[in-house]
């Protein structure tokens, strides 16, 4: 048995996917589906059972999963918005209960994957590499990096590493994020919002380095993603933390002109003011250093921005479909 919590989420179907695609099926989803649209994206998947969150921590601390065998816990279940103001909200879904999870797993020689983030690497300036030895040296500009962080130091503090992989997701897009609401990702309103009027909106630049729209992230298409934890997940000496992302860092610019092109409309790109509050704590460069990922083994390329994007559009979103239709 297979457990993956945030099974409903944009990662988390689309790693139900994967396993399904190498013919996994016996799978505990845990998710907390509230009054969301995300039950969608697990209507074309495979699974043995379904539990809400706050059951299955109680299943957890009461006893109930001990005698069932499993193989591996893929945590993906987390409040993944970076403009979340709760820290106590926080401190409990993306610390307390992975702290949770980790613990029942090392104790039982459970594999344990979890999401970390590309947002605890913080404005960049101490670089993008996924080394564990330096990880105290990083300061996240919000409170959901910070979340994110705390566990990991509290994985390094215990000497977990060895033991259990964190996964530094950079700005992963795609299949199954409709639910995201203000936290889908920009390709996604791209294509809303050039199907709607032919233009799209990018943030102006208040760095005088970076030419409006010429800020840079690294941009990873779910598939990738999906990809990457998989063989993670069949490297079991693979311990410690790693960056899943594309070890590209593309402009927005670049991002949606691939969007305009998937749709076969032409450039029409409006630059707007930033809003005040996300100034301070806005990532205009980054770039995940992807050689601890590669050493281990894998070694399949990136998928290209701009084909990742057609794919998205032409045979998802304009097909309106989900990953396994």
Not at 34 to 57: G, H, M, T
Not at 254 to 279: G, Q
């Amino acid at each position: 048995m297979y457990v993956v919590t945030g099974a409903a989420g944009l990662i988390g179907s689309g790693i139900v996917w994967g396993l399904n695609q190498c013919g996994i099926d016996e799978i505990l989803l845990v998710d907390h589906l509230e009054k969301s649209e995300k039950w969608k994206n697990l209507r074309a998947l495979r699974f043995a059972d379904y539990e809400e969150k706050d059951v299955f921590r109680e299943m957890i601390s009461d006893g109930r999963l001990d005698g069932m065998e499993i193989e591996a816990i893929i945590h993906l279940g987390a409040c993944s918005s970076t403009t979340e103001r709760d820290a106590g909200y926080l401190i409990d879904n993306n610390y307390r209960y992975t702290r949770e999870l980790a613990a029942f797993a090392v104790e039982r020689g459970i594999r344990f994957i979890y999401a970390s983030s590309c947002a605890t690497y913080g404005d960049g300036n101490r670089g993008y590499l996924d080394d564990e030895a330096h990880i105290e040296q990083l300061r996240p500009m919000n409170m959901y990096g910070y979340s994110k962080q705390l566990f990991d130091l509290w994985a390094r503090r215990n000497g977990l590493f060895d033991r259990i992989t964190g996964l530094k997701f950079s700005n992963v897009y795609g299949c199954n994020e409709l639910h995201k609401g203000e936290m889908r990702s920009v390709v996604c309103r791209a294509y809303e919002q050039i199907s709607a009027g032919g233009k799209m909106a990018l943030f102006k630049s208040y760095r005088p380095e970076y030419a409006d729209g010429e800020q840079q992230r690294d941009f990873l298409y779910i598939k990738d993603a999906v990809d990457m934890v998989l063989f993670l997940l069949g490297h079991p000496d693979g311990g410690g933390l790693y960056n899943i992302g594309s070890g590209r860092a593309e402009t927005w610019n670049a991002l949606a002109s691939a969007v305009f092109a998937a749709l076969d409309k032409p450039v029409n790109i409006e630059y707007i003011e930033m809003p005040e509050h996300l100034r301070d704590c806005y990532q205009y460069y980054t770039k995940a250093e992807m050689g601890k990922l590669r050493v281990l083994g894998y070694d399949k390329p990136v998928t290209p921005l701009k084909e990742a994007i057609a794919d998205y559009i032409r045979n998802y979103r304009l097909q309106d479909k989900f990953l396994g239709d």
